[in-house]
């Protein structure tokens, strides 16, 4: 049974940095592709990003942009989103989701089966 795992969320004041991992378990794929998504209360999910199998390969949000990096090693576990400045805007439940034996693109409207429980983020000003 695949799972995926998310941590690092947590309170932070407006303009400080925060740093999530994503790591799967239960699968066999040398190459799969990680999604970064987030939902505030009251709103749409937002696809914040994603990496592809090898880490060359990201996509961002315009929201996010110059702000936020997704990162890997070696294709491999875990996947990190690293948030900097981060505005209150940028609250929300953030989720991790992976798609396994697929090395195509992360741009958005790819297809992501496995998800994470999600960790909340919060931004005071």
């Known amino acids: 049974q695949v799972h995926v795992v998310e941590s690092g969320g947590g309170s932070v004041q407006a303009g400080d940095s925060l740093r999530l991992s994503c790591a799967t378990s239960?699968?066999?794929?040398?190459?799969?592709?990680m999604g970064w998504f987030r939902q505030a209360p009251g709103k749409e999910r937002e696809y914040v990003g994603g990496?592809?199998?090898?880490?060359?390969?990201?996509y961002y949000a315009d929201s996010v942009k110059g702000r936020f990096t997704i990162s890997r090693n070696n294709a491999k576990d875990p996947v990190y989103l690293q948030m900097n400045n981060l505005k209150p805007e940028d609250t929300a439940v953030y989720y991790c989701?992976?798609?396994?034996?697929?090395?195509?693109?992360?741009?958005?409207?790819?297809?992501?089966?496995?998800w994470g429980q999600g960790t909340q983020v919060t931004v005071s000003s």
């Open positions: 990496i592809n199998w090898s880490g060359h390969i990201t």
């Open positions: 989701a992976a798609r396994l034996y697929y090395n195509g693109s992360v741009s958005p409207g790819t297809r992501y089966d496995y």
């Open positions: 239960g699968h066999t794929s040398g190459n799969y592709a």
